[in-house]
Every structure is written in C-alpha cells, then in structure tokens.
C-alpha cells in the first residue's frame, strides 16, 4: 500500500477545518469518502471538499472496498460502538478525543481492534505539535533540572444552550461521558502524560457550581508522575473568563505553557528567561494525521495509541468519579 485512502463517520464542525481537510493534504493520503445520518449534509460536506463517496450509513462506509481506514468524528457515545464495526471489517481506526465515555469501553476497543490485528489511533494530536514537542526538548535536556511539579488552570465561562434551547452535547454525560472536562481538560491530561509520564496516585473532586447542565462544571485533582513529581490542576467552566496555563517546575527553572491559547512556551532558569512561539497549522491535527500515516505505511511511529488515551481516561475517570 503506497497511499491510504480514508473514510470519515461524522464529517460535523470537528472535521470542516481541524482534520478533514488535513486528509488531503499530508503526504501518501487522500480522503475516499464521508459519513453523516443527515445524508443531505454529508452530500454537501464531499462536495465543499471534493469528496468521492458519501453515506448516511456508517456500515455502508465502512465497508467501502475504496476506504482503507477509518476516522471516527462523532460524540464519545458511539466510540466503542464504531470502532468495532471498522476493527471487524479490518481496518485501522483513528477515533476522536476522548476516547470514549469509559474505561470500560476503552478496554473494549483495544481488545476488538487487537483481536483483529488492526491499530487504533486516537486524536490526541497535541502530542504531534511542533510546540510541545518543543516542551518535551527541553525537559529531555534538563532545562529546567529535575522535575518538582507540574499544575494545571484552565477556566472558561458557562456554555450556552443552542437555538432549540438545549445543552450542546458536550455537557450531556450520556453522550460525552462526562462534561467539557472530559472534552478539553482530556487534552491537557494527555499532554503531561506525554511530557512527564504517566500519572498515578490519582485524587480528585468535581462538582457542579453553577448548578445548571447536568455534568460537572468544576473539576480538582493532585496525581504522581512516573519519576515521583507530583502535579496538580484545576479546571472550572463556570467562570468569568478564559485562561489556560500550564507550568512544569524543576529544580533548576520553570516552563510555561498553555494548551489552547496562541501563547509562547516561556523558559526560565539560571541563564535567565527566554521565549520560544511555534505557530500551529491551520488543520491542526495535520501532524497527528500525517504520523498515522507514516506508521500505516512503516515509516514511523504515531505518539499517541489507544493504549495511551486509555491511560488518559483512566485519569478523568478518577477525578470525576464522586460526582457520577
């Protein structure tokens, strides 16, 4: 196989700018067809974006003789379910971010797609950025010594309903497995996995402040990292405004960083401070998508697996559990 026609199941808002057209657009890759249960809007979204294929029908996709692997675009709900039917049919599967709405089901999709002899990739795609790859560099080189701790605060203000007068699916537990921290704080999560190792000792609380949608809306927690460091975050998305900030502190200096925001990763330590701002890509998961590849293709290797994303759900699942 020298190019790896894909197929996407939920062509929504994710997909118009952050990873469908990233498809296209990375080496040995092409993007084969789209599914939508709204045939109309799947119609349109292939040709807005000259897509051969399109289907109301996620079997009928994934079936699809001219589709060679599969991105699963739609709400953590149907994760499992997905991912199943495409390891089943042989094909390798990249899902959305988080992984699912359980450990449980997480497990589920490792076994399906192991016993198939299929990989499954997860878009965590932070983890292929320049920008925190950046991070990961100078932590490898002992810019700031030791690592002490790490801490995470990210707040934004309350969503609102749609134009039907409900909730966006995000804070839909049954749909989304938990709140927006489940959608944006997994992100950070995977992150520190990523830069530090993987996190254990895990407490947490979460609760509902502003006492309006059903999920939680406040979220606080203390974890280990693998070399003993500890680290602590907070995520509130009932707030006033939005920040996200992020700082790994050693025994020689600090990083600091955000997740989301279009800020520099500043480094501080003995030799003084000094700023370093890599611009991400307009399709962000470009990076992600095109090491995917490149491990389909035996090129390289993609960092981020469903056995890391697991190690992520794990964590939100701790942090959360009392509220659930």
């Known amino acids: 196989m020298k190019n790896i026609r894909w197929g996407i199941i939920g062509c929504g808002n994710v997909t118009e700018v952050k990873s469908g057209p990233a498809f296209q657009l990375a080496e040995n890759s092409s993007l084969q067809a789209v599914m939508r249960r709204n045939g109309e809007k799947a119609r349109n979204y292939a040709e807005r974006h000259g897509v051969p294929s399109w289907y109301d029908k996620a079997e009928e996709l994934i079936h699809d003789a001219e589709v060679d692997a599969v991105y699963i675009a739609t709400p953590p709900s149907s994760h499992k379910q997905y991912t199943i039917m495409a390891a089943e049919a042989g094909k390798p599967v990249y899902v959305e971010k988080p992984m699912?709405?359980?450990?449980?089901?997480?497990?589920?999709?490792?076994?399906?797609?192991?016993?198939?002899?299929?990989?499954?990739?997860?878009?965590?795609?932070?983890?292929?950025?320049?920008?925190?790859?950046?991070?990961?560099?100078?932590?490898?080189?002992?810019?700031?010594?030791?690592?002490?701790?790490?801490?995470?605060?990210?707040?934004?203000?309350?969503?609102?309903?749609?134009?039907?007068?409900?909730?966006?699916?995000?804070?839909?537990?049954?749909?989304?497995?938990?709140?927006l921290f489940y959608d944006v704080g997994s992100h950070t999560l995977d992150l520190f996995d990523y830069l530090l190792g993987p996190l254990s000792d895990v407490k947490g609380s979460a609760i509902n402040l502003a006492d309006s949608y059903p999920a939680e809306d406040t979220v606080s927690g203390t974890w280990k990292f693998e070399s003993g460091a500890v680290g602590i975050g907070v995520w509130n998305f009932s707030s006033y405004s939005k920040e996200d900030d992020n700082r790994i502190v050693g025994t020689k200096g600090e990083i600091k960083f955000s997740t989301f925001d279009d800020k520099p990763i500043i480094l501080l330590n003995e030799a003084g401070e000094e700023s370093f701002y890599i611009e991400h890509p307009k399709h962000i998961q470009y990076y992600h998508i095109q090491s995917i590849i490149d491990e389909l293709l035996e090129k390289g290797a993609c960092p981020s697996t469903g056995k890391t994303a697991f190690r992520t759900n794990q964590v939100m699942e701790e942090l959360v559990k009392e509220y659930y």
């Open 100 to 179: 699912a709405g359980s450990t449980d089901e997480c497990a589920e999709m490792i076994k399906a797609c192991e016993n198939n002899g299929v990989p499954l990739f997860v878009a965590y795609y932070r983890r292929s950025l320049p920008r925190f790859r950046k991070v990961k560099e100078l932590l490898d080189a002992g810019s700031i010594g030791e690592v002490r701790f790490a801490s995470v605060q990210q707040t934004q203000p309350i969503v609102q309903k749609d134009e039907g007068g409900e909730w966006p699916w995000r804070v839909n537990p049954e749909k989304s497995g938990a709140g």
